[in-house]
T-cell receptor, first 110, second 118 residues
Framework: RKEVEQDPGPFNVPEGATVAFNCTYS??????FFWYRQDCRKEPKLLMS???SGNEDGRFTAQLNRASQYISLLIRDSKLSDSATYLC???????????FGTGTRLTVIP | DGGITQSPKYLFRKEGQNVTLSCEQN?????MYWYRQDPGQGLRLIYY???????QKGDIAEGYSVSREKKESFPLTVTSAQKNPTAFYLC?????????????????FGAGTRLSVL
């Protein structure tokens, strides 16, 4: 079983729509969680960390469900510039590296 | 500007040739990483280094080698033993926030090197 699993999509949504991605992780010892954004043929960039109580950054909301071992990312009022691949990333205490999901591709359509 | 610089942006390897990808950071980060990304796949860890003069194999180290002689630099050599080297190579460095090694491991990436075989 993969450490981190995501629906690859693609998700094609109209401008202004709300879209949500989920990601599951296999190791219950995982401690830190992140969403990264990767544009086509570019490097991943940190979008936001995910905190236990859930957190929001503008139109983006991240939530963590430890009992079910999944994290989510909600994007409200989608913009064309939100089109990208969103990577779910998990850090385990004691591990020396992060575990990356394969990414969920989002295309926002005019 | 602080950041991670990878060079070259594009690289072509001939059969049987070793090539070296450069990664330099001026963020004063202790840890550095090399990943490989293939189309439609996630990032796979090749090697990582937590401190100067020390490095560890990741999930797909075969056919690759690294060195960490300076904190700022973590070059990756793709050897002739790597039979399928065509990929997007990403270097990252990280800072672990918090204390006692239990804080968040935030990784920052360079712009990547695209390696192709001639």
């Amino acid at each position: 079983r993969k450490e981190v699993e995501q629906d690859p999509g693609p998700f094609n949504v109209p401008e202004g729509a709300t879209v949500a991605f989920n990601c599951t992780y296999s190791n219950s010892a995982s401690q830190s969680f992140f969403w990264y954004r990767q544009d086509c043929r570019k490097e991943p960039k940190l979008l936001m960390s995910v905190y236990s109580s859930g957190n929001e950054d503008g139109r983006f909301t991240a939530q963590l469900n430890r009992a079910s071992q999944y994290i989510s990312l909600l994007i409200r009022d989608s913009k064309l510039s939100d089109s990208a691949t969103y990577l779910c990333v998990v850090d385990q205490t004691g591990a020396n590296n992060l575990f990356f999901g394969t990414g969920t591709r989002l295309t926002v359509i005019p | 500007d602080g950041g991670i610089t990878q060079s070259p942006k594009y690289l072509f390897r001939k059969e049987g040739q070793n090539v070296t990808l450069s990664c330099e950071q001026n963020l004063n980060h202790d840890a550095m990483y090399w990943y490989r990304q293939d189309p439609g796949q996630g990032l796979r860890l090749i090697y990582y280094s937590q401190i100067v003069n020390d490095f560890q194999k990741g999930d797909i180290a075969e056919g690759y080698s690294v060195s960490r002689e300076k904190k700022e630099s973590f070059p990756l050599t793709v050897t002739s033993a790597q039979k399928n080297p065509t990929a997007f190579y990403l270097c990252a460095s990280s800072i672990r926030l918090g204390t006692s090694g239990r804080g968040r491991n935030i990784q920052y990436f360079g712009a990547g090197t695209r390696l192709s075989v001639l």
